[in-house]
C-alpha cells in the first residue's frame, strides 16, 4: 500500500517532517510517500494562501505519475480536499477531519490548539462543511505563526500547553487536536500538563487513510465528488514543465491510481 | 493485537457471523475474539431491549479475563457504548458511529438503511449524540427484523436495496450504511443496484480499533468518561459465575486490559 | 390517581425522601408510591452506573403489582426513560424533562445546578434527547457527590448557591433548575441568593403527571414507543424471586396499570 | 384557584367553546373565567391581526379587576405571550407551547394541524423562539378558516383527519396537537384515524397552568420578563372607559393577581 | 423615491434625529420621510412596550395617504415587520436585520451593542427568527436606557465602547451593530476604540430599502405575507380621528402605495 | 463609483452578459467593469474547477490597476470569496450571498434554482458558511449544464421553472433566487408561473455592492480577512505579464484600490 502526504506549503523541510510522522505509524509494508506543492506559500495562514494552495496541492497530485492507494491532505483547516476527491479515485483524508474523527472516539468533546487567530475561523469553517463541529469544544490560538513552530518547536510548547490548558479547564474539551503540522511531537507534553490524550491530525490520518484502503473504500462519485466534466481548462497545470496537451483537458481521462 | 468484538444480543450463531465479518477485514497479527452476553434478549429492537443488552455487554465484557487492546460493540443504534468508555482502559468503538464516521470520508453525505421502525429513532438518537448526525441524509427502515434477516438474508436484498436506492434518490445519501450487524454481505448488491459506496459497520469498527491502537491512543478519562467512583453496587456483574466480592464493587481496581 | 415514583439508586432513604417530596406537590386524593429498585448503585454518578439502573428501574416497575396511571423516574439525567414507555401503558415523567419543562414556562432560559462534573454531559444529553435543550442556559456542577448531598444537605447549600448565582450573571439564566433528587428544600436559599424561581424536578413531575392524567393522556405507541416485540428474553427480570416463566417472555402480554 | 383565559379574536360564541373546553379539564375546586377582548379582528389569521390581538388580549386581562392564579392565552401561534409575562406576576401559558410540551411528554415527535397556509409560519415562528421546535415533526394546513371550522366543526374533520394522518405516516409524527382553539371535540375521531393521542392545547394548557400554580412557581423576573419600566404610555390601555390617569403609566405600580 | 422610516416610539425628537441618519445617507433624489406613532410609549425597551409599537406603526404607516415606496422599521429588535410586510406592497426593512445582513458583507461576526438588558432576549430572537443569528457573535448591554442615550449621548459613549471592545476582543466580534436608534454617530468612536466597522441600522436599512426598490423588488405575498384576509376587525386603526368605515374592514381593499 | 464584476469562468461572453446584467441594475454614476479569468475553466462546475477558479478571480482582480470601490464575484456557489476580502480593503460581494439576502427581506423562504446536480451541495456550503442557509427552503437542480443555459437560454426556462414551481409548492419557498449567472432575463417568467419574486444575484450584488460603498463601510481586517502577511508565495499572480518581484510578496504593500 502506497499513501501519497501532500503538505500544503512550498517549504521542503515540513514536507519532511510531515513525512517522518506519517511513516511513524504507518503500518509495516505501508509506503508513505510525501509531496511538496511547486508553487504557492511558504506556509499557509488565511484564505488567500489556503485558496493558492489547494490549487497547488491538486497540481502536484494530478501530476505524480506511480500508482498509490489513498492520498493525505496535510493543512489544517485548509481548503481543497473536495477538488481532490473529484479528481481522484482513490480515498482522500484531511488532517482537520481525520484528527476530529479520532478525536470523537476517545472523548466526548475536543479542542483544536492552532497558530494564529486567523486560522481559528478557517478550521471552524472546515469542521462545520465536515459535519464534525458538533462535538468542537473550543479552537484556540497559540498566537505562533507556522514558521516560528517549525523553526523552534521547544519555544511554541508553553504557549500551545497554556491553550490546552484552558480548552480542559474553561471549555471542558476532553481531547486535544494539535491544529498543525508541525505540531507533531508536543503530545506528550501537552498530556502530562492536561491529562487528556492528544492527537496529531498526521496520525490520524494515516490511521484513517489504512482503513479505507483495507476496507476497499473509495470516494462516491455518484453527485458532489463525481469527475469533472470533460471542458477547455485554460491554465492546468499550471507549474512550469507541464505537458501543453494535459493542460486543456485536467487530464481526466488518464487512471490516476493503481 | 486483540480485539473483542460483542454481540448485543444472546444469538450465539450472530455473534459467530459478526466476529467472521470483522476477522475478514482485520490486519495480520491482528486477533478478533467475539462474545456473547449472558442474559438478555435474541435479539434487539427497541429500548427496554437496548437497555438491557447495554448492561449484558458490559457484563460480557468486563468477565473477559484475558488480555486485549479494544471493544467493539456490535449493535447499530444500540445504547451502551458510553458505559463501556468508564469501565475500560482501553478503546470503545461503536458500530453505528464508526459506519457514520467511515462514510464521511468517502462522501458528503450518508443514509443509514436498518431492519425495523422502531429502530429509526434509537439510530438518530445515537448519531446526534455522537456529533455525527449533520451529514446522516436519512435513517430507512426495511420493515424487516433482525431475526428475518438472519434467517434469510437473501430474501431481505430486495427490501434493503429499494430503500438504499431511494436514500440515493429521493435524500441524496452519496454512501449506505447498513444498518444491522446481520446485513454484512449484501454491500456489493446495494452498490450495483444504487452505485453508491456501501459501509458495514463491523468492518468499519474494526479499521477504527485497529487504529487507535496504532495511534496508541486510548479513551479520554477527564471528565464523561472517567473510572466509576468506589461504591456499593448490588447485583452487579449479574450474569451467573461471578466472583461475589467483586460483585459489590464493580471490579473496579483490577487491570481491564493488557 | 396512583402515581409510583421510582428511585434510580438502591438507597432506600432517598426514596423516602423523594416519595415525601413528590407528596408534598400532590393534589388531593393522588397517593404517591416509592418504589427502590433491587439492584444498582447506592447512588448514580456516570453512564454504567445510569444503564445499570435504568434496567434495576424497569425491572422494578414491571414487578409492581398494583394498578398505577403513571410513572415517575426521579433520576436527574439518567438513562432509561425510552425503556419504561416501551413497557408501560401508563405516563412515564422523567424528573429532567419535566424540571426543563416547568422552568421553559416562567423563564425564557434556565440553568441546571448538579453535583459532579461527570453528570454535566449526561444531562446535557438527555435533555438535547427530549428536544428541551435550546432554552439551556447552561448546566454546572456543584463538585458534591450525591451521597454527600443526601447526608448533609445542609453543608451543600453554599456550593449550590454559588454555582446558581454564577448561573443567572454569568449564563444568564432566568430559571435554576435543581439538578438531582437529593437537592429538594433548598429552592428558597437559592431563590433569595439569586432572584430567581428554582425548580425541583420531583414536584415538576408530579404537577405534569397528574396533568397527563387528567387529560386522559398516554404514550403514542405508533413507532418509537411501541410495545416491544414478543420474543425470547433470557435473565428478565433479573432481581431475585423473579417468576421464571416471565423471564424469557418480559411479562409482555400481561396488563401494567389499571 | 381561579384561572383566565383569553380568546384572540372579539368573537365571543369561540370565547365561550374555548372556557368550555378548559373548564371540562379543570381540577374540582378550579374556577375558569372566559375573557374576549374588546377589540381586534373577528379571527386571527396572519401576523397584522396577530399583533393586534397581543395587544388587545394584554387590554382585556390588566382590566380585569378580580384576584387570578393563572392566564391561558388561547390563540395558537399568536403573538404576545411574552408581553403579558411582563405585565403580570402570575404565571402565563400560551396553548401553542403547552401543546407541544405535553406532545412530547407522551412521544418522539409532534405535528401540528392547523388551519390556513398563512398560519404555518407563525406557528413555527413560535415554538422555535419557545425552544420547543426539535421535536416537531410538522405543521400542516388544512386549509379551512378559523370561522368555517367555528361555523361547521363537523365538516372540517375530513380535511384535519387527512393532514393528520400525513403526519403520522409521511412526517412520522407520534403525537398530533390540535393547530386551533375551535378543533377541540375532534381528537377522538383523529386517534381513530391515525392511531395515535391527540392533544388539545387549550386542555394542556389548564393541566400545565394548574400545575404551576401548585408549584408555587411564577414568571421570572429577572431579566426578559421583568415589568416594565415606569415610563410615559400614550393610549394604552386603549378600549374604551379606562381610567385615564392609568393609561398613562400602564398601571405598572398596581397589584394584578391575588 | 420615498422611503418612509417610522419611529417605533412617541418622542418626535427620537424621529428627527432618526430621519437626519436616514437622509445623510440617501442617495441624491431619494426622499426620507420620518413618521412619530400616535400612541405609544415614549421609549420601547420589553415586550409589552414592543407590541404596542408594533400596532402604533402599522396604524401610523397605513395612515399616511401619500405615496410612498419602501417603509424602515426603526426599532432594535422590535415586534411588528411581518405585519407592516402583510398590509403593505412595497418593500418593508426592519433596522435589526438591516444591520445584522450589512455587518454579514464586511465581516465573519458582528456583535449588536444595545440599551438595556431586557432588550438582549428581543435582539436575539428578531435575529434568529430572521434567519440571521449564525454569525452573531454576542448581544451586549450597556445599560443605558433609550431615554439616557437620546438624552445625553455623549455620556453613552463610554458605556458602549466598553461593551464593543469586550465583543471584539472576547467573543471574536468582527464587527460591531449599534443597537439603538439613538446610538447613531458613536460609530467613529467604536472604530477607534476596537478597530473594526461599526453599522448604523438606520443608515444600513437605507442603502438595502434603496437597493430594493431599484431591483424592483417587493415582498412575496405567497404564503406568510399574503395580504390579510377581508374581516370585520374591531378598533382599528385605534389612533383617535380614525375614519369609522375603515375602522372594521382594515382598509385592505385600498391601494397603499404608489 | 466603479464596480468591478469578476465572472468565475473563462468564457469572454459570459463576461459581457453579467457585465450588461449588472450594468442595467446600477444607479447612474456607477461604472461597472466586468472582468474574465486569464486562466481556469470554461465554465464552473464543481469543486476542483472552483477552486481554480477562486486563485483566477483573484490573480484577475489583483492584477486590474485601476482604481474601483467595490467587487462582485459573479459565480454562484463558488469558492474564493474569503481570498478577496484579506486582499482587498475595499468590499466584496458574492452574488450567492447577495441573492440570498435580497431573498430574505422580500420573504420568509427562499429557493436556488440551479444547473447541475452537482452544484447544489457547494451551493448550500457557501450558504451555510455565510450564515444564511436558515431561511433556504431547498436548493433544486434543473439539469442543465452552465453552458447549454448560455447557449440557448430559451430551451432552458422549462426545465428552470419546473423547478421553481415544486420549490414554491413543495418546499415552501416563498422567493426564487436564480443559482447561476447566466439565467439573468429569466425572473418574469418564473414570477408569472410561480407568483413568487425572483431574485437575480448579479442584480441583487450591484444593489449591495452601491449600499456598502455608500455606507463607507469596508471589510473587517481585525481577524478572519486580515490582510495577508508578509512571505515568499511561488508563482502568484501566475497569470503571464505579471511583474516578477510582486510574485513573491503577493503585492500587499501596494495599494489597491482608491
Not at 510548547?157 to 480548552?167: F, M, N, P, Q, S
Not at 494515516?206 to 462519485?221: D, F, I, M, Q
Given at each position: 500500500m502506497r499513501i501519497l502526504i501532500v503538505n500544503v506549503n512550498t517549504t521542503a523541510s515540513m514536507t519532511d517532517t510531515i513525512r517522518a510522522q506519517a511513516a511513524a505509524y504507518a503500518s509495516p509494508g505501508v509506503e508513505i510517500v510525501g509531496l511538496t506543492p511547486s508553487f504557492g506559500p511558504e506556509s499557509v495562514e488565511g484564505n488567500f494562501e489556503s485558496y493558492l494552495a489547494a490549487v497547488a496541492v491538486m497540481d502536484r497530485v494530478v501530476r505524480y505519475d506511480e500508482p498509490y492507494d489513498a492520498v493525505i491532505q496535510a493543512g489544517y483547516g485548509e481548503h481543497g480536499r473536495e477538488g481532490l476527491q473529484e479528481l481522484l479515485d482513490v480515498p482522500v483524508v484531511d488532517i482537520t477531519e481525520a484528527a476530529a474523527q479520532v478525536a470523537m472516539l476517545i472523548g466526548r468533546t475536543y479542542s483544536v490548539v492552532t497558530t494564529l487567530e486567523r486560522s481559528v475561523a478557517q478550521i471552524e469553517d472546515r469542521l462545520r462543511l465536515a459535519g464534525l463541529a458538533g462535538r468542537c469544544a473550543s479552537i484556540r490560538a497559540s498566537g505562533l505563526s507556522v514558521l516560528e513552530l517549525d523553526g523552534n518547536p521547544g519555544r511554541a510548547?508553553?504557549?500551545?500547553?497554556?491553550?490546552?490548558?484552558?480548552?480542559?479547564?474553561?471549555?471542558?474539551?476532553?481531547?486535544?487536536?494539535?491544529?498543525?503540522?508541525?505540531?507533531?511531537?508536543?503530545?506528550?507534553?501537552?498530556?502530562?500538563?492536561?491529562?487528556?490524550?492528544?492527537?496529531?491530525?498526521?496520525?490520524?490520518?494515516?490511521?484513517?487513510?489504512?482503513?479505507?484502503?483495507?476496507?476497499?473504500?473509495?470516494?462516491?462519485?455518484?453527485?458532489?465528488?463525481?469527475?469533472?466534466?470533460?471542458?477547455?481548462?485554460?491554465?492546468?497545470p499550471i507549474a512550469g514543465g507541464f505537458p501543453h496537451a494535459a493542460a486543456s483537458t485536467g487530464r481526466r481521462d488518464e487512471p490516476r491510481s493503481r
Open positions: 510548547v508553553d504557549a500551545i500547553v497554556a491553550e490546552a490548558r484552558k480548552a480542559v479547564v474553561d471549555d471542558r474539551a476532553e481531547v486535544i487536536c494539535l491544529g498543525c503540522g508541525g505540531m507533531a511531537g508536543l503530545d506528550r507534553k501537552i498530556t502530562a500538563a492536561t491529562g487528556v490524550p492528544v492527537v496529531d491530525g498526521v496520525a490520524a490520518s494515516v490511521a484513517l487513510a489504512e482503513g479505507l484502503v483495507r476496507l476497499g473504500l473509495t470516494t462516491s462519485k455518484v453527485r458532489t465528488y463525481a469527475t469533472p466534466r470533460s471542458k477547455t481548462v485554460t491554465g492546468w
